[in-house]
């Protein structure tokens, strides 16, 4: 990203819940906030997160995850 000039100055997450969970796997869904400049200007975007995650003799590891832009505010 820093070679198109986008810099991520601070995010923050909303709304995070387990949708899902059983005995070896779960679904979490998350809301986060990205505030970041594009060439300078400002951009707020919200994305929505969905990922799911599967329980190992070593704990918990993520194994796939899915991000749908939800706003992006120039």
Not at 61 to 72: G, Y
Request: charged residues 30%; aromatic residues 14%; positive net charge.
């Amino acid at each position: 990203m820093r070679k198109d000039s986008i810099f991520i100055d601070s995010f923050r997450i909303e709304e995070p819940f387990i949708a899902k969970l059983h005995n070896n796997f779960a679904i979490t869904v998350f809301i986060c906030h990205t505030y970041k400049k594009d060439k300078g200007m400002p951009i707020q975007k919200r994305t929505k997160f969905y990922d799911v995650w599967i329980k190992r003799e070593s704990g918990w590891k993520a194994v796939s995850s899915q991000a749908t832009t939800v706003e992006e505010i120039k």
